[in-house]
């Protein structure tokens, strides 16, 4: 039988030799930074802080002959199980029973499902199609559309305070907006069918950004206006993305999501317009 506890103690350990790798007080670890720190004596060192203020990426962290150093090494793990975790998890059902949305589905009977066939993940399931109409009052301003996508993490930890805040803001503009839906197992181009459905002028569709290797808790809001029938292509749409603490706030994108709807409502028009 595996000794977890002596594995731990082990992982302690060689953390204790990267100081300064310390454990919080809930008994997580720590890793030690690793941006910046392994590089001794940088070439041009102003420069070199300059480089890491202007970006969150994983750059400077040094290596040990031809190899990553151990705490760089750990982080990159960290990560990558992070964006696992964000991927693979669900959207919790309390939140969406707290905030009062509308559940409904797509096509994609699971998560697997959902990851396999990306295809079923951008239309409704016919319980859907024959609910939406039946709860949601037609001939709205704005459609506020909520999915999962491809980070349950970025909904789980965000959701509440980005639609509050998109609430407010779209009452400040005077925007009218039927009662938001949240769409589990969805994709981005589920929105053009919603907006159709409903027959709002506009559809903002919120979802999880696909986790990178450090962020896998970012948000993406997509915004439409009157999407045609037959297949919108992406040039149809616009995109306000990295909603995150450490991109844009989740109350501040509230507003620039708000103002995004404010123009395409006053000019008609959204994307790449040619002519």
Known sequence: MVDRSRIEELVRSALGELAPARVDSGGGLLLSPDRGANLATPYDAPAMRKLLLATPARIAVGRAGTRYRTNTLLRFRADHAAAKDAVLSEVDPKLIERLGLLEIRT????????????????????????????????????????????????????????HGALGAELTARGIRSAPACFVRY????????????????????????RPGLGFADSLSAYYIYRPPSGIPTDADREVISNINPRGLAPVAAAGAV????????RDRKSGVVIG
Request: with cysteine; net charge negative.
């Open 107 to 162: 096509r994609a009977e699971s998560k697997a499902h959902f990851l396999q066939r990306p295809d079923a993940g951008r239309a409704l399931s016919d319980e859907a199609r024959a609910e939406l109409p039946r709860r949601v009052p037609s001939g709205a301003q704005v459609m506020i559309v909520y999915g999962d996508g491809l980070s349950a993490a970025a909904i789980n930890q965000h959701l509440e305070a980005f």
């Open 258 to 265: 708000a103002e995004a709807c404010a123009r395409v409502l």
């Open 186 to 209: 969805s994709r981005v181009k589920v929105m053009d069918e919603i907006c159709r459905l409903v027959g709002a002028e506009a559809c903002v569709f919120v979802c999880g950004e």
